[in-house]
């Protein structure tokens, strides 16, 4: 026999999870900041120390990273949380990790033996080979923060992204102030902050560590992961991937100024981020429990708070771009003022179609998404190439802007389409 529940019963239960959900909400946040602050610093005190040269070759190191931190949620966390939104305590963790540690490993192999190939063939490739080292223990604490969040443990996150600030900081600091100007050092003090988050994600989420299991963990995973890498393969082209283009193109140092310009919109990032954290488990759910109808409502709300916020903080570093460069990294930043502005109007075009992303994602229509992104890839590739020949560090950030109206536009095509197709039912698509 059903048990009947009160509607007074009924409006405290939906009241605590609103609470509970506001509270997780806040916490996300607040682990976002961190996290976002201590890169920002990094960024900060490197252009300090070793001027536009010094950030650009950061930048590129910082590109690889994401690279490789971006192929590894594709192939590792966001299956894992898109095919379990239910928050299982403990479920797959061991294997996870240790997945996310091969996935290092095998990245940082590669990146060193192209470090080595660059080095004899006379470039400068010291910071390529000191992120390469590190790279085992930034996925193994990304991997850690990524399952908190999934698990609806975002405290826990905030714990491990705090001791990685730490000693992240600490380590930065003292090395700007004993008057150490290699960039390779503060790479180091990253990766060591990493290391430390890391050992504590793993100690608070009681992962048992193992040695046997990647292979067939990534294995099970690999019929919805195939399509995460695929859209990643176009996303990362579009999104980032095709900076790796301008240090060629401009030089490490021009390079370095649209560097500076990323770094003042870095702090977006940090809402970008948290919303993806919240909003891909968050839109699984509404699917489930709402269908298409629930979906729908979620993304819209969604884009709506990450667009206003998006909208005001790129209004105001547009507006103050010269004094701020100024102020955080010095003099010579000046020049950045305009390409900041132009990196400013790519993020609010992004923001435009952020909760519509979330929901294809959730409802795994990977395979319309990725064709989408291939699409605006193509697009921003040749954007940077044309305009950045012919206009330098301004034609790169106009080639941005592109980036992002192209990147819009595809999700919301692809979102559209989604749902006139009619076809969506609330437990079908996450499981595809």
Excluded at 362 to 384: E, N
Aim: proline share 3%; net charge positive; hydrophobic share 55%.
């Amino acid at each position: 026999m059903a048990r009947h529940v009160a509607p007074a019963d009924r409006r405290d239960l939906v009241g605590r999870f609103r609470h509970r959900a506001a509270e997780r909400a806040v916490v996300t946040l607040v682990d976002q900041v961190v996290s976002s602050a201590s890169n920002f610093l990094l960024g900060m005190l490197i252009a300090r120390a070793s001027g536009a040269d010094g950030l650009g070759t950061f930048g590129i190191a910082f590109l690889v990273w994401l690279a490789v931190v971006g192929l590894n949620r594709a192939l590792v966390t966001e299956p894992m949380t898109v095919g379990d939104a239910t928050g299982r305590a403990g479920a797959n963790l061991p294997e996870g990790l240790l997945s996310a540690l091969v996935v290092g490993l095998v990245a940082a192999t590669g990146i060193a033996a192209v470090g080595v190939v660059m080095h004899l063939a006379g470039v400068g490739t010291a910071a390529l080979l000191a992120v390469a080292v590190w790279i085992p223990s930034l996925l193994a604490q990304d991997y850690c923060r990524s399952m908190a969040f999934r698990l609806r443990r975002p405290d826990q996150a905030l714990l491990s992204d705090a001791a990685f600030a730490v000693v992240q900081v600490a380590s930065s600091l003292a090395l700007y102030l004993g008057g150490v100007r290699s960039t390779t050092a503060f790479i180091s003090a990253w990766g060591l902050g990493a290391t430390v988050g890391a050992i504590v994600g793993v100690r608070l989420l009681r992962i048992r560590p193992t040695v046997r299991g990647a292979v067939p963990h990534l294995r099970a995973l690999w019929p919805r992961s195939r399509w995460f890498v695929a859209e990643f393969g176009t996303s990362f082209p579009a999104d980032q991937g095709y900076l790796l283009l301008l240090p060629v193109l401009l030089g490490t140092a021009q390079f370095g100024y649209f560097r500076a310009g990323m770094g003042l919109i870095g702090p977006v990032v940090v809402v970008f981020i948290a919303g993806g954290n919240i909003g891909l488990p968050e839109s699984v759910r509404r699917l489930r429990e709402g269908g298409a109808a629930g979906l729908r409502s979620y993304a819209r709300s969604l884009t709506a708070v990450v667009l206003a916020v998006t909208v005001v903080y790129c209004g105001l570093v547009a507006a103050l771009a010269e004094p701020v460069l100024r102020v955080v990294y010095g003099a010579e930043f000046a020049p950045a003022a305009t390409v900041t502005r132009l990196i400013a109007l790519q993020y609010v075009l992004m923001a435009v179609s952020f909760g519509f992303g979330q929901a294809v994602k959730a409802a795994g229509r990977m395979r319309q998404l990725w064709l989408g992104r291939a699409v605006s890839a193509a697009l921003s590739i040749l954007a940077v190439v044309v305009l950045t020949a012919e206009f330098g560090l301004v034609g790169a950030g106009v080639a941005s802007v592109t980036a992002g109206l192209a990147y819009s536009t595809g999700v919301l095509v692809v979102h559209h389409r989604m749902h006139r197709s009619g076809a969506l039912a609330p437990r079908e698509q996450v499981c595809r």
